[in-house]
């Protein structure tokens, strides 16, 4: 299972992204200190986690990399930001090949079931058992774009703001980064007139359901394109039920979860 597997999860042309990209070990100034073990393997069990769903101590020992250690690694890479990283270069790669759309973008959310830790929350819609909510905002196309975690309590219309703070600037086929799309599409939860006001000032143009007024199905044929998206990201199965005592951690398995998904899009551009 070992090699093959491993080049299935993280193939070279997946590493060559990730490799550069990878802290660099630092010895402590009192000495001691381990350095770091075959840095790709103990990547490949980071994604085998995330795509498989397994427990950290339930890590196959084809891998050459224990439990223990894949899971110190990941956490110094979830502080170090490396997921972000990652997924502004897939995202690069692409807006490079002009494969961003920015003639919109799309904003909804998903609640997922939380085990314990920080972000979490009482779910209103599922009788109150302890949540997390996982927000996502997508290009016109359903390519993920900006992340958050909150608790399942809290608003969905919170999150607009530092989701469409959070786009990052990203290369273009001509011309200087960009990060500004030209609308934002969302449903009626997200609808208010500071929001309205605040997205007009930035130059993006608001298409946002008006509650009373119009169906939360304003999305229409846009709809879809974000609920696939979520459903990409769902197909990492350790996104499905939440189980990280830190928020970080969490949100840090979907940032490398949309890291993935964008790259298997850039990968049918080169196959």
């Given at each position: 299972m070992g090699v093959g597997l491993s080049q299935r999860l993280v193939p070279d042309e997946l590493w060559a992204l990730v490799a550069p990209l990878l802290p660099s070990f630092a010895s402590r100034p009192q000495g001691g200190g381990t350095a770091p073990r075959n840095e790709r393997a103990v990547f490949t069990a980071v994604v085998y986690v995330l795509t498989s769903g397994c427990a950290w101590r339930h890590l196959p020992e084809t891998f050459g990399v224990s439990p223990a250690t894949a899971h110190r690694r990941f956490s110094a890479w979830t502080e170090a930001g490396l997921w972000r990283r990652l997924?502004?270069?897939?995202?690069?790669?692409?807006?490079?090949?002009?494969?961003?759309?920015w003639t919109s973008v799309i904003v909804d959310a998903a609640s997922v079931r939380a085990k314990r830790g920080s972000l979490t929350g009482?779910?209103?819609?599922?009788?109150g058992k302890k949540g997390s909510k996982l927000h996502v905002l997508s290009d016109a196309q359903g390519l993920p774009l900006?992340?958050?975690?909150?608790?399942?309590?809290?608003?969905?219309?919170?999150?607009?703001?530092?989701?469409?703070?959070?786009?990052?600037?990203?290369?273009?086929?001509?011309?200087?980064?960009?990060?500004?799309?030209g609308k934002l599409r969302a449903d009626k939860a997200y609808h208010s007139a500071e929001h309205l006001r605040w997205l007009r000032s930035r130059g993006i143009v608001p298409r946002i359901a008006r509650p009373g007024i119009e169906s939360s199905e304003r999305l229409g044929r846009h709809r879809w394109k974000i609920e696939r998206s979520i459903s990409w990201l769902f197909g990492y199965r350790r996104l499905t039920v939440r189980y990280e005592r830190k928020g970080t951690h969490s949100l840090g398995f979907l940032g490398l979860a949309a890291a993935l998904t964008c790259y298997k899009k850039l990968t049918n551009l080169t196959t």
């Open positions: 997924h502004r270069a897939v995202l690069d790669e692409l807006g490079a090949r002009g494969e961003v759309d009482r779910n209103p819609v599922d009788r900006a992340l958050g975690v909150s608790g399942a309590n809290v608003h969905d219309s919170q999150a607009l703001l530092p989701l469409v703070l959070g786009i990052p600037a990203i290369r273009s086929r001509r011309g200087p980064r960009r990060r500004r799309p």
